[in-house]
């Protein structure tokens, strides 16, 4: 294989990606439209919007895999629709061009059951808003003459991972030693994935062609609730747990009546109101990966919240971690 690889986008999963295959000697080009990325000698940053299909053919021209991890550009099912399956269309014809497997971070919300425990070959035909969007995302992968490989995570945690349940609200929380608000129950078991659980996850993926054409699990400790790990982050820290309130579906759901963002929070109340667990087992042993243990994961995340708070950059900006 080639030793070019692709990825587009430096949210949490895109930057990890790129990072680790640095670190491991490969030639990487990072596509954006700001231009960002990690600073490394094997790091290309390239300004480019991923969805017009005409900048797209030099850019992945040599690649062994792209890495496609965008995200839309608001937490919602419109801006989802709207935006991501024509960027997808463009990267996979531009793939099948270059001759590039093309692999996907992705999440849990196409599970048609998600009350059960949700494993690589549980059905995936959920239907409407967002959960619809993912559905359909994958139907057109499988369609695709290009090799795909989609890999689910379940609500992200870990450095750079900002707007999610176990992110900035819980993180910033517990170093700050004030009351953390939680969503739904603080007492429901509900999979959490390291990011870059999930990054070598879809590295080693590519590097398998066995395993193209395939939804597979990212490496995912066992369940946790939201009261454990943020007792993981308190212990990693050294600080005592804060008090923890969690917050009715009712309250969101009046929210959601004034706030588009409330209102689409909301609808993924279910989540956290009763188990929400995947199983990665099948995945990991055919990747040959095992998650990162809890207390290793919770001091990586703790130490780079506690690096970005100090340089005075820990306000998470707008938007939503892609994938959780």
């Known amino acids: 294989?080639?030793?070019?690889?692709?990825?587009?986008?430096?949210?949490?999963?895109?930057?990890?990606?790129?990072?680790?295959?640095?670190?491991?000697?490969?030639?990487?080009?990072?596509?954006?439209?700001?231009?960002?990325?990690?600073?490394?000698?094997?790091?290309?940053?390239?300004?480019?919007?991923?969805?017009?299909?005409?900048?797209?053919?030099?850019?992945?021209?040599?690649?062994?895999?792209?890495?496609?991890?965008?995200?839309g550009s608001s937490y919602s099912a419109a801006a989802w629709q709207r935006e991501l399956p024509a960027a997808e269309q463009a990267v996979l014809a531009a793939a099948g061009e270059a001759g590039a497997v093309v692999v996907f971070p992705e999440s849990?919300?196409?599970y048609s059951n998600p009350q059960e425990v949700m494993t690589e070959h549980s059905p995936r035909e959920a239907t409407g808003g967002k959960r619809g969007v993912r559905t359909a995302l994958l139907r057109a992968r499988e369609a695709s003459a290009t090799g795909t490989v989609s890999v689910v995570a379940g609500d992200f945690f870990g450095p750079r991972v900002r707007m999610a349940h176990a992110g900035e609200r819980m993180v910033a929380a517990v170093l700050a030693r004030r009351l953390l608000q939680v969503v739904g129950s603080a007492d429901q078991p509900h999979s959490f994935t390291y990011v870059?659980?999930?990054?070598?996850?879809?590295i080693g993926a590519a590097a398998k062609p066995g395993l193209w054409n395939r939804v597979l699990h990212a490496p995912t400790n066992p369940p946790l609730t939201q009261r454990r790990i943020a007792e993981a982050f308190a212990a990693a820290a050294g600080t005592p747990l804060?008090?923890?309130?969690?917050?009715?579906?009712?309250?969101?759901?009046?929210?959601?009546?004034?706030?588009?963002?409330?209102?689409?929070?909301?609808?993924?109340?279910y989540q956290f109101q009763r188990p929400f667990v995947m199983d990665s087992r099948a995945s990991e042993e055919e990747l040959g990966l095992r998650p990162t243990p809890l207390h290793e994961a919770a001091k990586a995340t703790v130490e780079w919240w506690r690096s970005e708070l100090t340089a005075g950059t820990g306000r998470a900006p707008a938007g939503r971690a892609a994938g959780s």
């Not at 080639?2 to 680790?20: C, F």
């Not at 640095?22 to 991923?50: C, F, I, M, W, Y």
């Not at 923890?244 to 009546?257: N, Q, S, Y």
């Open 196 to 202: 870059p659980d999930l990054a070598a996850a879809m």
């Open 242 to 269: 804060p008090k923890i309130r969690a917050v009715p579906g009712w309250v969101l759901r009046t929210a959601g009546l004034f706030s588009p963002d409330m209102r689409e929070l909301g609808d993924m109340l």
């Open 108 to 110: 849990l919300y196409s």
């Open 1 to 71: 294989m080639s030793d070019l690889y692709v990825v587009t986008g430096a949210g949490p999963v895109g930057w990890t990606v790129a990072e680790q295959l640095a670190g491991q000697g490969k030639r990487v080009r990072v596509l954006t439209r700001s231009g960002s990325g990690p600073n490394h000698p094997l790091v290309e940053k390239l300004q480019a919007d991923v969805s017009n299909p005409d900048l797209l053919g030099e850019a992945f021209a040599g690649a062994a895999a792209v890495f496609h991890c965008i995200h």
